[in-house]
């Protein structure tokens, strides 16, 4: 009864929803859901597939990427050679490594990325990614990877202008 009730509530909403988003009246932003480690990459492939630009600000949580594992490298690897391929470049400031500080830096240019390191005590367990009018917000965590991809051009200009004030403040 509770399932009909709700169906029904739905079906209401749905119409005034969409005549909404028809005036114009309020620019939404979009936002998609990745769930597992199959969501998240398909949500990477967006970030070579939808980027006219070919520029990615991205922050990385260096450690969490790398060690948490819910991602195999290789996929890892062939995303990055074709988002190379695709001459995609990745701007990134990244969390310093705890097992290998210089790991990150030493593959700038073969995973075509200009990367700049965060002073050891600013640690994320996510990455980042910014692109277009999109930002890419992915966990890898083991117990659940996933990623939320957010559209709207005030929301990736923000994140732009707050990655460029932090880039032009490292070394």
């Known amino acids: 009864e509770r399932l009909t009730s709700d169906i029904e509530r739905v079906r209401d909403i749905v119409p005034m929803i969409q005549q909404v988003r028809k005036s114009g009246s309020h620019a939404y932003p979009t936002i998609q859901y990745f769930?597992?480690?199959?969501?998240?990459?398909?949500?990477?492939?967006?970030?070579?597939?939808?980027?006219p630009s070919k520029k990615i600000y991205g922050f990385t949580g260096t450690d969490t990427v790398i060690s948490e594992k819910s991602i195999d490298l290789d996929w890892i690897e062939y995303y990055l050679a074709r988002r190379k391929k695709a001459g995609v470049k990745w701007f990134d400031i990244a969390t310093a490594s705890k097992n290998d500080p210089h790991w990150i830096k030493a593959r700038d240019q073969k995973d075509f990325r200009l990367t700049k390191i965060l002073p050891p005590g600013f640690d994320f367990d996510i990455e980042m990614a910014v692109y277009e009018n999109k930002i890419l917000i992915a966990s890898f965590a083991k117990e659940h990877p996933l990623a939320v991809l957010i559209e709207d051009e005030k929301v990736a200009g923000t994140m732009k202008t707050l990655f460029r004030y932090i880039d032009s403040t490292l070394k």
């Open 35 to 51: 769930d597992g480690v199959e969501g998240l990459k398909q949500a990477y492939e967006d970030t070579i597939r939808s980027n």
